[in-house]
């Protein structure tokens, strides 16, 4: 089988011959045959998207081999060829390559497995996989089983990846990992720069078991678009008795790095101090809503739609940051791949921008700090409204593999009717978006009062931090005080460790609250991650339902409850010993 795919990786009809695909940077050619086995059960496809597509997700060359010794290996093998493709390049954009690509072949695997009826090798659907994935200045390779990615460059051949398989004897081997073998799949993952004038082969065992390396150089060197077509021919002709599959990519010229938004807007100036009558690239601006020392906000008309929008600009105390430049990009880059009511929308800009700013949704109402003090300690009720909108915005962020990072009462909006949104996505992170747009690894903590601890302890944040974050506005809608003692100013917030956190109980403040609420408070807002929920479904049932974990919170020992006051006063307790029998 052999899959030729356009622009949506559509794939046509299975065929016998060799395919080519061609652009700027890449070229490719392909060949499936069965050779002198009665049918085919390999599967190759080649995948060249255009635009967006290709800078998020690549282009793609791939071959799978049907286990021999099982009844359904040839379909095993086009599913899995056909399945990866429909699925990897609809995976979300701010997901990063390596966990799309191993969700897709997670799932695939499960479906395989399930299909083959527990991985009995006689009738199971096995079949190895491997994929070159060509996008932007990099290759990442994705394998299992034992057909194999080549690479040349000069007259040097190389195998990139590890035959997943055992020597049973002479001439034997035994395959020991593919889809379908297990309900569970490790997949290698190897990440190259690619080098103009590279050339990558993906192969099955019927190609690359029969050719010698001098072989595979001479055709790759000398057999220009034909080169695929001419390895299978010449593997046939040196006796080979399986499937033959191979993909030849040729690498005319590497492309920029991933995204190419952030080298393009980090050339646009900043724009000048906004005042009512200025026009901003057909905007109108009406007024400055906002004003802070890193960045702006106006309220601005559309003069093509007529719609009032909101204009973000950034602060020309940053003009010379680059980190901070980086940041200001990444928040437009990544609220365009948003689409939740309960998240403030990014428009694209104007092809015509001269300058760097966000278009924004403008939201007519008040933010969540001036609305709490409109209505100290709502009912409990109310609350646990206004955090069901908060979860629903948060959980949109964790499926998109996004980190909030800088959730406060000041980054939420409430509107006219009552609906929160979720604005300032300055702070927002995730593998996905550092891959992309090829940003620093460092994440920059927000408000002291709000941030998880785990970002002033150098510890990668999580989706749990956002949790702590929310566990705290929950806390103050609640009570109007803050969990922990109030950390203000503007020096360098210190943190020595998790434990330093002392929880206020929220009763304190309010004896209406109840002790079960009080626990899933102090739990969302635990410092230490690995004591937080670890889903945001568990805090919401926990402010409904009477959890009686917390109900009985009184009654366990000190030693649970707080193990470094315990051990304090153990230590004090010595000491006055050690005192009394000086004396």
Same mark, same amino acid.
């Given at each position: &089988?052999?899959?030729?795919?356009?622009?949506?990786?559509?794939?046509?009809?299975?065929?016998?011959?060799?395919?080519?695909?061609?652009?700027?940077?890449?070229?490719?050619?392909?060949?499936?045959?069965?050779?002198?086995?009665?049918?085919?059960?390999?599967?190759?496809?080649?995948?060249?998207?255009?635009?967006?597509?290709?800078?998020?997700? !690549?282009?793609?060359?791939?071959?799978?081999?049907?286990?021999?010794?099982?009844?359904?290996?040839?379909?095993?093998?086009?599913?899995?060829?056909?399945?990866? #493709?429909?699925?990897?390049?609809?995976?979300?954009?701010?997901?990063?390559?390596?966990?799309?690509? $191993?969700?897709?072949?997670?799932?695939? *695997?499960?479906?395989?497995?399930?299909?083959?009826?527990?991985?009995?090798?006689?009738?199971?659907?096995?079949?190895?996989?491997?994929?070159?994935?060509?996008?932007?200045?990099?290759?990442?390779?994705?394998?299992? !089983?034992?057909?194999?990615?080549?690479? #040349?460059?000069?007259?040097?051949?190389?195998?990139?990846?590890?035959?997943?398989?055992?020597?049973?004897?002479?001439?034997?081997?035994?395959?020991?990992?593919?889809?379908?073998?297990? $309900?569970?799949?490790?997949?290698?993952?190897?990440?190259?720069?690619?080098?103009?004038?590279?050339?990558?082969?993906?192969?099955?065992?019927?190609?690359?078991?029969?050719?010698?390396?001098?072989?595979?150089?001479?055709?790759?060197?000398?057999?220009?678009?034909? %080169?695929?077509?001419?390895?299978?021919? $010449?593997?046939?002709?040196?006796?080979?008795?399986? *499937?033959?599959?191979?993909?030849?990519?040729?690498?005319?010229?590497?492309?920029?790095?991933?995204?190419?938004?952030?080298?393009?807007?980090?050339?646009?100036?900043?724009?000048?101090?906004?005042?009512?009558?200025?026009?901003?690239?057909?905007?109108?601006?009406?007024?400055?809503?906002?004003?802070?020392?890193?960045?702006?906000?106006?309220?601005?008309?559309?003069?093509?739609?007529?719609?009032?929008?909101?204009?973000?600009?950034?602060?020309?105390?940053?003009?010379?940051?680059?980190?901070?430049?980086?940041?200001?990009?990444?928040?437009?880059?990544?609220?365009?791949?948003?689409?939740?009511?309960?998240?403030?929308?990014?428009?694209?800009?104007?092809?015509?921008?001269?300058?760097?700013?966000?278009?924004?949704?403008?939201?007519?109402?008040? *933010?969540?700090?001036?609305? &709490?003090?409109? *209505?100290?300690?709502?009912?409990?009720?109310?609350?646990?409204?206004?955090?069901?909108?908060?979860?629903?915005?948060?959980?949109?962020?964790?499926?998109?593999?996004?980190?909030?990072?800088?959730?406060?009462?000041?980054?939420?909006?409430?509107?006219?009717?009552?609906?929160?949104?979720?604005?300032?996505?300055?702070? %927002?992170? @995730?593998?996905?978006?550092?891959?992309? #747009?090829?940003?620093?690894?460092?994440?920059?903590?927000?408000?002291?009062?709000?941030?998880?601890?785990?970002?002033?302890?150098?510890?990668?944040?999580?989706?749990?931090?956002?949790?702590?974050?929310? @566990?705290?506005?929950?806390?103050?809608?609640?009570?109007?005080?803050?969990?922990?003692?109030?950390?203000?100013?503007?020096?360098?917030?210190?943190?020595?460790?998790?434990?330093?956190?002392?929880?206020?109980?929220?009763?304190?403040?309010?004896?209406?609250?109840?002790?079960?609420?009080?626990?899933?408070?102090?739990?969302?807002?635990?410092?230490?991650?690995?004591?937080?929920?670890?889903?945001?479904?568990?805090?919401?049932?926990?402010?409904?339902?009477?959890?009686?974990?917390?109900?009985?919170?009184?009654?366990?020992?000190?030693?649970?409850?707080?193990?470094?006051?315990?051990?304090?006063?153990?230590?004090?307790?010595? #000491?006055?010993?050690?005192?009394?029998?000086?004396?």
């Amino acid at each position: &089988m052999n899959l030729e795919t356009q622009k949506e990786c559509a794939p046509l009809p299975p065929g016998e011959g060799p395919g080519e695909r061609a652009n700027e940077s890449l070229k490719f050619s392909s060949a499936s045959i069965a050779g002198r086995r009665q049918h085919n059960d390999d599967a190759c496809a080649v995948c060249q998207p255009e635009g967006a597509e290709l800078r998020s997700r !690549g282009a793609l060359a791939a071959v799978a081999d049907g286990v021999a010794s099982a009844e359904a290996g040839g379909e095993a093998a086009r599913a899995a060829v056909s399945g990866f #493709l429909s699925d990897y390049y609809s995976t979300p954009e701010t997901w990063p390559l390596k966990k799309a690509a $191993a969700r897709v072949l997670q799932s695939l *695997n499960g479906w395989l497995y399930r299909k083959s009826g527990g991985g009995e090798i006689k009738q199971g659907w096995l079949t190895t996989f491997s994929t070159a994935i060509f996008k932007g200045a990099s290759v990442h390779l994705i394998h299992i !089983g034992d057909s194999r990615i080549y690479r #040349l460059r000069g007259d040097r051949l190389e195998c990139l990846t590890r035959d997943h398989s055992r020597a049973l004897g002479p001439g034997r081997t035994f395959l020991a990992r593919a889809l379908g073998m297990d $309900a569970h799949v490790d997949v290698d993952y190897r990440r190259e720069e690619l080098q103009p004038g590279d050339t990558y082969l993906v192969s099955s065992d019927g190609v690359h078991d029969f050719l010698p390396a001098e072989t595979v150089v001479g055709i790759l060197h000398n057999s220009g678009d034909n %080169a695929a077509r001419a390895l299978v021919d $010449a593997a046939l002709d040196a006796g080979s008795g399986d *499937n033959l599959s191979a993909v030849v990519c040729r690498v005319n010229r590497v492309e920029a790095s991933d995204d190419d938004l952030l080298n393009h807007n980090r050339q646009l100036p900043f724009p000048p101090d906004l005042r009512p009558g200025n026009k901003l690239d057909g905007y109108l601006i009406l007024q400055e809503l906002h004003t802070s020392s890193r960045s702006q906000l106006y309220l601005a008309r559309d003069l093509d739609t007529g719609e009032l929008r909101a204009i973000k600009t950034p602060s020309v105390n940053f003009s010379d940051d680059p980190l901070y430049i980086e940041r200001f990009i990444a928040e437009e880059w990544t609220g365009r791949r948003l689409d939740h009511p309960g998240i403030i929308r990014v428009y694209p800009p104007r092809p015509e921008r001269q300058f760097l700013y966000h278009v924004l949704e403008y939201i007519d109402g008040q *933010n969540l700090r001036q609305w &709490m003090q409109l *209505n100290p300690q709502p009912a409990v009720e109310q609350v646990r409204e206004l955090i069901a909108q908060l979860v629903s915005a948060l959980r949109r962020l964790q499926r998109m593999e996004i980190v909030h990072g800088d959730l406060k009462p000041e980054n939420i909006m409430v509107t006219a009717d009552g609906r929160l949104k979720l604005i300032d996505l300055g702070g %927002a992170d @995730g593998a996905g978006i550092r891959e992309h #747009l090829n940003l620093a690894d460092d994440t920059p903590p927000g408000s002291k009062n709000y941030a998880a601890p785990e970002y002033f302890l150098g510890d990668r944040p999580s989706h749990r931090s956002d949790i702590f974050s929310l @566990g705290v506005i929950a806390y103050e809608l609640l009570t109007g005080r803050y969990p922990y003692p109030e950390r203000a100013g503007f020096r360098h917030y210190q943190l020595k460790h998790y434990a330093s956190l002392r929880y206020t109980r929220a009763r304190q403040h309010r004896e209406d609250i109840p002790e079960w609420i009080d626990g899933a408070l102090r739990k969302a807002c635990a410092p230490d991650p690995g004591h937080r929920y670890p889903a945001l479904s568990e805090f919401v049932h926990d402010l409904h339902t009477p959890n009686p974990e917390f109900s009985h919170e009184r009654e366990r020992p000190l030693m649970e409850r707080n193990p470094l006051l315990f051990w304090q006063l153990v230590a004090l307790l010595l #000491l006055l010993s050690h005192l009394l029998h000086l004396l």
